[in-house]
């Protein structure tokens, strides 16, 4: 099956500490990317990855960290310095920028 | 801002009945996206339309593009209780500080009543 999986579905993490949110894609896309979405509100842009070995911040990358070290991969960190992580965290790959997205299912970050 | 706006927040309709959502923007754009998302879920692709298109269609989806008034319309007909969902829509701006990013909307909430 071809697809994008998020791992894990839910995440629990104490206040300090960094924790990384795992993106794989087997759709053989060249661009994927990190979106952040709270509770009614759309989807905001945290990091892009147009090809491997290289990415792009989005609109709120402060806090976060990426890399992109296999075409099939993007983990995005979550920092201690992200002052408000607790969010519904969405990966998604697409062919290349500009084209249709696919979407992950999602991991739901809750800081306590 | 490159993003789009979306009206109304939300709607409540019967099935069988259509369903009209619109979305407007401010900035020239490459394409414009419409995405839906059952609650607590990923998102799913449901048509672009590229800036030089005025209208597409897919299934019981129609989708309108007028790039004289910066806006954009989702049309679902005969709508089903399946439907009851978010609907946002997305847009890649023309270039800029905004190249690669896809922007999204707050979205509309759907719900078909059976």
């Known amino acids: 099956d071809g697809g994008i999986t998020q791992s894990p579905k839910y995440l629990f993490r104490k206040e300090g500490q960094n924790v990384t949110l795992s993106c794989e894609q087997n759709?053989?896309?060249?661009?994927m990317y990190w979106y952040r979405q709270d509770p009614g509100q759309g989807l905001r842009l945290i990091y892009y990855?147009?090809?491997?070995?290289?990415?792009q911040k989005g609109d709120i990358a402060e806090g976060y960290s990426v890399s992109r070290e296999k075409k099939e991969s993007f983990p995005l960190t979550v920092t201690s310095a992200q002052k408000n992580p607790t969010a519904f965290y969405l990966c998604?790959?697409?062919?290349?920028?500009?084209?249709?997205?696919?979407f992950g299912p999602g991991t739901r970050l809750t800081v306590l | 801002s490159q993003q789009g706006e979306e009206d109304p927040q939300a709607l409540s309709i019967q099935e069988g009945e259509n369903a009209t959502m619109n979305c407007s923007y401010k900035?020239?754009?490459?394409?414009l996206q419409w995405y839906r998302q059952n609650s607590g879920r990923g998102l799913v692709h449901l048509i672009l339309?590229?800036?030089?298109?005025r209208e597409k269609h897919s299934g019981r989806l129609r989708v309108t593009l007028d790039t004289s008034k910066k806006s954009s319309s989702l049309l679902i007909t005969a709508s089903r209780a399946a439907d009851t969902a978010s609907y946002f829509c997305?847009?890649?701006?023309?270039?800029?500080?905004?190249?690669?990013?896809?922007?999204f909307g707050q979205g509309t909430i759907l719900t078909v009543h059976p």
């Open positions: 998604a790959s697409s062919l290349a920028l500009y084209n249709e997205q696919f």
């Open positions: 759709l053989n896309h060249d661009a």
């Open positions: 990855s147009q090809i491997v070995n290289d990415f």
């Open positions: 900035t020239s754009i490459n394409n």
């Open positions: 339309i590229r800036s030089n298109e």
């Open positions: 997305a847009l890649y701006g023309a270039g800029g500080t905004s190249y690669g990013k896809l922007t």
